[in-house]
């Protein structure tokens, strides 16, 4: 059975990047009805941060990629915090040495530090130079006898070459000479990640290891991890590095790049993972727009590519339009409602005593004007505002054709003769609504946008708002023939 994993070392945020490495595994197990597992890294102690597996288990559940199985569904692979299973890397890196497959190394941080700077100097790559390598096993005892910290190092073997092939990135070969003898358990004897991320993926059954490029140069050393202990290495899959528009690599830790911010911002789910599928692969036709039951069948990691990926967010918003645009108005506005309150408690309040109708009148008009949901309080403030001031000056607008006042009022009395003579019928559409304004514009001499800019203004007191006739509708035509009334009054 394909058995994918997600492996985080929960440090901050889930990042934007990683939701597409959580994507990427679950679209491949779901596609083979196979399984997606969640494994939180923590060996790293001093970087560990609690709440942040809380928020990551919330985020995924918000997406809708929950792991297969996770504490309150357990399988046979628990504990899934490596920081639990510390007995189980113990046996392992016992095998190792007695293996003669990984040694003590008793070199001090001083040594160490010191070798790092000569090599520094010499420009030559950093690494350690096997000084406990040979150590005989009298030293060895004598050492563990005295007490003396120490690591336990892969005894990378020499001269020899390691091959493994990469689903995105093809066939990789390195010489093991320019392999490190790797840390693999700590001085605090915490396993390091390569130790404890092998075991794990040998133990969990995973069949899939796809993780993002940075990942690429350590894979060697797990290669030649997996032949020390006599396991057949899963099959790899580097994905690309995320790049800003300025094509340099994504920042670590702005808020911008937390999965949590474009929530905040009101991306819908389904345009978020659309988009960054499509970060990387390329599904090999010029349909762009996939639900996650598309992606599961399309997706194939052989169409991802080799480079690094931009992330643009004027792609992200064109995406999130295209989905707020399509999406059903009640369902949508189910939504919006719940991301109001989450994330904006007193305009959710405000808007709540308005009435379902009315909000959703709004909404249905505005859904296809705004790119993700935290623009449409500015938009819509003035439709919950009791009294708002009026802007006389904004009835002028020579590009509309009125160079003064006296036209505006022509067009106000227009629109107000025409929603008089409706009779306190509401209109049923804005469609009816604008064939009845066109008819009975064309009786006059005047042009479309004399009429409808300066109802548009009375209705809304803005420079931008959405249309004169979306707002008639909005306000239905009593609150509509007020506000005109009030304007004229007071021209
Ligand atoms: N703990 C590593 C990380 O957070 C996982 C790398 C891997 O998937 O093997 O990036």
């Known amino acids: 059975m394909i058995t994918t994993r997600f492996a985080p070392s929960p440090t901050w945020y889930l990042h934007i990047w990683s939701l597409r490495t959580v994507l990427y595994n679950y679209l491949v197990a779901k596609?083979?009805?196979?399984?997606?597992?969640?494994?939180?890294?923590d060996t790293d102690r001093s970087r560990f941060v609690e709440w942040s597996v809380e928020n990551l288990i919330e985020i995924l559940k918000k997406v809708g990629l929950n792991p297969d199985e996770w504490p309150n569904n357990p399988w046979k692979f628990w504990p899934y915090f490596q920081s639990e299973r510390l007995d189980i890397y113990k046996k392992?890196?016992?095998?190792?040495?007695?293996?003669?497959?990984?040694?003590?190394?008793?070199?001090?941080?001083?040594?160490?530090?010191?070798?790092?700077?000569?090599?520094?100097?010499?420009?030559?790559?950093?690494?350690?130079?096997?000084?406990c390598r040979?150590?005989?096993?009298?030293?060895?005892?004598?050492?563990?006898?005295?007490?003396?910290?120490?690591?336990?190092?892969?005894?990378?073997?020499?001269?020899?070459?390691?091959?493994?092939?990469d689903l995105v990135k093809w066939k990789i070969k390195v010489m093991t000479k320019d392999i490190d003898d790797q840390v693999l358990l700590k001085?605090?004897?915490?396993?390091?990640?390569?130790?404890?991320?092998?075991?794990?993926?040998?133990?969990?059954?995973?069949?899939?290891?796809?993780?993002?490029?940075?990942?690429?140069?350590?894979?060697?050393?797990h290669v030649l991890l997996y032949e020390a202990f006599g396991w057949t290495p899963p099959i790899f899959a580097h994905i690309p590095l995320l790049l800003g528009t300025d094509r340099k690599k994504l920042s670590k830790r702005t808020w911008d790049v937390s999965v949590e911010s474009y929530l905040e911002k009101g991306y819908l789910v389904e345009a978020l993972l659309n988009y960054i599928a499509l970060l990387g692969w390329n599904p090999k036709t010029t349909e762009e727009f996939f639900s996650l039951e598309e992606l599961i069948e399309k997706f194939e990691l052989k169409q991802v590519h080799k480079s690094g990926a931009i992330f643009d967010i004027e792609k992200l918003n064109f995406f999130n339009s295209h989905y707020l645009k399509k999406s059903d108005t009640e369902e949508l506005y189910k939504k919006f409602s719940d991301y109001l309150k989450k994330y904006d408690l007193e305009f959710f309040n405000k808007i709540e005593k308005f009435g379902e109708i009315y909000n959703k009148k709004i909404f249905h008009e505005m859904k296809t004007k705004?790119?993700?949901?935290?623009?449409?309080?500015?938009?819509?403030?003035?439709l919950y505002e009791e009294e708002s001031e009026l802007k006389i000056d904004l009835l002028v607008n020579p590009k509309m054709k009125i160079p003064d006042l006296e036209i505006a009022k022509k067009g106000l009395e227009i629109s107000l003769e025409i929603l008089k003579n409706r009779e306190n019928k509401d209109f049923e559409s804005i469609w009816e609504m604008k064939d009845v304004f066109i008819e009975e514009i064309k009786k006059t001499e005047m042009k479309n946008g004399q009429i409808l800019w300066p109802t548009r203004v009375a209705l809304s007191s803005k420079q931008f708002s959405i249309w004169a006739?979306?707002?008639?509708?909005i306000l239905w035509l009593k609150k509509s023939i007020e506000k005109i009334e009030k304007y004229l009054k007071n021209i």
């Not at 006739?469 to 509708?473: C, D, P, S, T």
Request: charged content about 35%; some cysteine.
């Open 31 to 41: 596609k083979e009805s196979g399984k997606f597992m969640l494994r939180i890294e």
């Open 92 to 131: 392992y890196i016992e095998e190792l040495l007695k293996k003669d497959k990984a040694y003590y190394c008793f070199c001090s941080h001083e040594r160490l530090e010191k070798l790092r700077e000569e090599q520094t100097e010499l420009w030559i790559p950093t690494k350690y130079d096997g000084n």
């Open 134 to 165: 040979f150590l005989s096993s009298e030293e060895i005892e004598e050492n563990l006898k005295n007490k003396i910290d120490y690591t336990v190092r892969l005894k990378v073997p020499k001269n020899k070459e390691v091959i493994f092939e």
């Open 187 to 221: 001085t605090d004897w915490f396993p390091t990640y390569h130790l404890a991320a092998v075991v794990d993926d040998h133990l969990m059954e995973i069949t899939h290891i796809i993780r993002w490029d940075e990942w690429t140069p350590s894979t060697p050393k």
């Open 370 to 382: 705004i790119k993700k949901f935290d623009e449409y309080k500015e938009n819509t403030n003035f």
């Open 469 to 473: 006739l979306e707002l008639i509708f």
